[in-house]
């Protein structure tokens, strides 16, 4: 099957019907099917980049399509949101050295902010530009949705408004900031692994 056969097929896909034997999970060609792969390694480098990039196109057509505009921005927030919480959990588990936390898993983006400062200054980063501007944005995402849920449901778990809402936001402005803090993210993590190489090589010159 083709591009263009898929094209044809769902020419009327806004009145597309379920149909006896559809599956969701089909192969069809390997140039035009996304692979999903199951190794954690890999996942850490791809998704936070995903959901970014997903919050983007999702921005992109907030911005031409008004009508879309007010479906598809919880979406577009949550994309960001959960980029910055893989951001940051990847930094945590390639750099924390294996450490425990308490509690092990956590969605709260101000926790794990901690666990990734704890890092920045074993790491002897403490005094690094530009960190407590990342620290109040990220702390302006976690005020927003602390739990992951706000962006994903329309209510709490009891039934209640979330307590973000009620408000404009400028999606140039969403988008822009966004990029920065990928680009903080991804300098981060280049920094940390240039500082392991040079300890590797620290390591393997010293004389036995």
Sequence with gaps: MTMNDNAAETKDFETRWPRKGDRLFVESA??????????????????PMGYKRAGDILIDQAAANVVDRANVIYAALFCYRQSIELFLKRLIHEFGKGKVYSPKN?????????????????????????????????TEMHDADQKSDGFRFPTDVKGGPFHFGDRDIALVTVQEVMQGLQNFFECVYLDFAHQDDVASEKISETPP
């Design 30 to 47: 390997w140039a035009y099917d996304a692979h999903v792969i199951r190794d954690p390694g890999e996942r850490f480098y791809r998704m």
């Design 106 to 138: 956590t969605h709260e983006l101000t926790r794990l902010w901690e666990r990734f400062m704890c890092i920045v200054n074993e790491r002897g980063r403490g005094e690094s530009v530009d960190l407590s501007t990342v620290e109040k944005l990220v």
